[in-house]
C-alpha cells in the first residue's frame, strides 16, 4: 500500500542537474584531450563560481561553444606553444582568473592572488601584441571572465533629507580590489578595441544584459573604476552600432532615477562626459529622439543639490545641443529658468556662468522670445546681497555678445534693469558691487541717454505712486484702530445689538 502512494507521487525534474552536470562533464573531457596534458578542475570551479555574482544566463555563455576546445595548461606561457593552440591557451588562462579573491580578508594566503594577477598581465600582453584573431569561444570567454570579476551588486542609494554637505564634498573610497579589477578592465578595453574582433560574433555576448551590468558599475565610489568604465562604454558604443539606441535609452533611465526618485549616484559625471562626445557626433538635423534626451533628461539634470558634481560635463552636453541647433537655446533657457535656484548661492553662481555660455551662441530671434522673463530673473540677482552672486550678474555685461543682444533690444531690456540698478545704488552693502553699478549705468546713458532719463522718470513715478498708496494705508489702518477704541467692552452682550456702520471709509 505504502509503495502504491510512494510510486503516485511526482517525481523532482533532472532536466536542470543535467544541463549544469552536461557542462561540468563537457570541461572534464576536453581537459584529458590533446597531447596528454592532465589540465587542474578549472571547469568545474568556474560552474560554481557563476553563482558567487548574479548569474549569467547559460544562454548567454552557453556550454556547447566550449565543448569542442581543446584544453592546455594554463600555465604555460604564449610563447611555449604553437600559434594553433595560442587561442586554446588564451581561453584556458581566462578560465583560471574565473576564480574570485576576496581582498576583506589580509591575512589570506597571497599565493592564488599573485597567480591569478600575472596570469591577467599575461592576457593583457597577448591581447596587446595583436598577433592574434580571437574566435567565438574566446569572445564567449573573454565575457564570462569579465562577467564574474567585475559585476557584482552595490548598495542601494537613497534620496538625502539633509541639507547640509554636498556630494561633492565626500571623499571618495578605493576598492582595495582594485589591483586585480584594474588588469580585468585593461583586458576588456583592449579586447573591446581589438581591431580584428569580429563584431557580429562579439554582440552575442556583449548584449544588452551585459551592457545594463556594466552600467550597474557607474554606482561603485571607486573613481579609478568609473573611469575605466568610461573608456570602456565608450568603446562599445563606436564598436557596436546596433547597442546604441539601447545605450541611450539605459543612460536616459539612470537620470531618471537619479532626478526624481533617489538624487543620488557616483558615476553621473562619468556618464555625461561620455554623451558629451557621442552629442557632438550626432547627425544634423537632430532627430527627435535626441532632442527629448535634451528636454526629459539634461535640462531636469539641473534640479538636483548636487549638480556642482557634474555641472561642467553637464553644461558641455547642453553646449553641444545648442551648437547642433541653435532654435534649441530658448527651450535650454526656459528650463535654466524653471529650475533656478532661489536659496542656494554656489548654484545660482553656476546657473550664471552655463547661460552666459548659452547666450555667447544664441541668436537675435531666439534671445527675443526669452528676453523678458530672463532680464526678470538676471533683476533679481544684480540685488542679491550674496555679493559673489551680485558681481556675477554685473559681470555678464562684459561679454560682447550678449552687450550686443542688449544694445538691439534696449528698450525692452532697460526698464527691466534700471530699478535694480537704482536699488543697489542706494542699499547694496558691497562696494565693489556698488563700483560694477555705476559701471552699468554709466555703460547705459553711453548708449542711450534719453531711454535712460525716461526710465529713471518712470521709476520715480511708480516710487510715489508706491508711497502715496502706502500712506493711504497706514491712514485707513489708524482710522479702523481708532474706531476699534470707541467699542463697549462686552461686545458679547445678550440680546445681541445689531452694529452699526463702521464710520471709516475702507
Excluded at 507521487?9 to 549544469?20: A, E, G, N, T
Excluded at 535640462?299 to 543639490?305: D, N, R, S, T, V
Aim: glycine residues 2%; charged residues 25%; neutral net charge.
Amino acid at each position: 500500500m505504502l509503495k502504491q502512494i510512494l510510486s503516485k507521487l511526482p517525481r523532482k525534474s533532472q532536466k536542470s542537474d543535467s544541463l549544469d552536470s552536461a557542462g561540468i562533464d563537457s570541461g572534464n573531457q576536453t581537459s584529458n584531450s590533446g597531447n596528454g596534458v592532465q589540465c587542474t578542475n578549472i571547469g568545474n570551479s568556474i560552474s560554481s563560481r557563476l553563482s558567487v555574482v548574479k548569474r549569467v544566463s547559460s544562454a548567454v555563455f552557453p556550454a556547447s561553444i566550449m565543448a569542442g576546445v581543446e584544453a592546455v595548461e594554463p600555465n604555460l606561457s604564449f610563447k611555449d606553444v604553437s600559434n594553433p593552440q595560442k587561442q586554446n591557451l588564451f581561453i584556458s588562462k581566462l578560465n583560471l582568473c574565473c576564480e574570485v579573491s576576496d581582498f576583506s580578508d589580509p591575512d589570506k594566503s597571497n599565493a592564488e592572488q599573485d597567480l591569478k594577477r600575472q596570469t591577467l598581465i599575461e592576457l593583457v600582453d597577448f591581447v596587446s601584441s595583436g598577433s592574434a584573431k580571437f574566435n567565438e569561444p574566446a569572445t564567449a570567454a573573454m565575457c564570462k571572465m569579465c562577467a564574474i570579476n567585475l559585476f557584482r551588486v552595490f548598495p542601494p542609494k537613497y534620496r538625502s533629507n539633509s541639507t547640509s554637505g554636498e556630494a561633492e564634498d565626500e571623499e571618495p573610497m578605493f576598492d582595495p580590489a582594485w589591483s586585480n579589477l584594474q588588469l580585468v578592465y585593461d583586458l576588456l578595453v583592449r579586447f573591446i578595441s581589438y581591431s580584428s574582433l569580429d563584431a557580429k560574433v562579439a554582440k552575442k555576448y556583449v548584449d544588452h544584459s551585459f551592457i545594463l551590468r556594466l552600467l550597474d558599475l557607474f554606482e561603485s565610489e571607486d573613481p579609478r573604476e568609473r573611469d575605466c568604465l568610461k573608456t570602456i562604454l565608450h568603446r562599445i558604443y563606436g564598436k557596436f552600432m546596433v547597442h546604441r539606441p539601447f545605450v541611450r535609452k539605459a543612460v536616459s533611465n539612470i537620470i531618471y532615477r537619479f532626478v526624481f526618485e533617489t538624487e543620488r549616484h557616483n558615476g553621473i559625471a562619468e556618464l555625461l562626459e561620455i554623451f558629451g562626445s557621442i552629442i557632438s557626433g550626432f547627425a544634423i538635423p537632430l532627430k527627435e529622439e535626441h532632442k527629448m534626451f535634451l528636454w526629459r533628461a539634461l535640462i531636469p539634470l539641473h534640479k538636483p543639490k548636487s549638480v556642482g558634481v557634474y555641472h561642467q560635463q553637464l553644461t558641455y552636453c547642453v553646449v553641444q545641443f545648442i551648437d547642433k541647433d541653435p532654435k534649441l537655446a530658448n527651450s535650454v533657457i526656459k528650463g535654466l529658468l524653471k529650475y533656478w535656484p532661489v536659496t542656494n548661492s554656489q548654484k545660482e553662481l553656476m546657473f550664471i556662468s552655463e547661460l552666459e555660455e548659452i547666450l555667447e551662441m544664441t541668436s537675435m530671434a531666439e534671445f527675443q522670445k526669452i528676453m523678458v522673463p530672463l532680464f526678470r530673473r538676471i533683476a533679481c540677482c544684480l540685488n542679491s546681497f550674496h555679493y559673489q552672486v551680485a558681481e556675477r550678474a554685473h559681470l555678464v555685461w562684459n561679454n560682447e555678445h550678449i552687450l550686443n543682444l542688449i544694445t538691439h533690444n534696449r528698450q525692452v531690456i532697460f526698464p527691466l534693469i534700471f530699478p535694480a540698478l537704482e536699488r543697489n545704488s542706494q542699499n547694496h552693502w558691497n562696494q565693489a558691487v556698488l563700483n560694477l553699478t555705476q559701471n552699468i549705468r554709466k555703460m547705459f546713458c553711453e548708449m542711450d541717454e534719453e531711454l535712460v532719463l525716461t526710465c529713471q522718470r518712470k521709476l520715480e513715478e511708480e516710487n510715489s505712486r508706491l508711497s502715496e498708496a502706502a500712506e493711504k494705508r497706514k491712514l485707513t489702518w489708524e482710522r479702523l484702530e481708532s474706531a476699534a477704541g470707541f467699542q463697549p467692552a462686552a461686545a458679547n452682550m445678550i440680546p445681541p445689538v445689531k452694529p452699526a456702520a463702521c464710520p471709516v471709509a475702507c
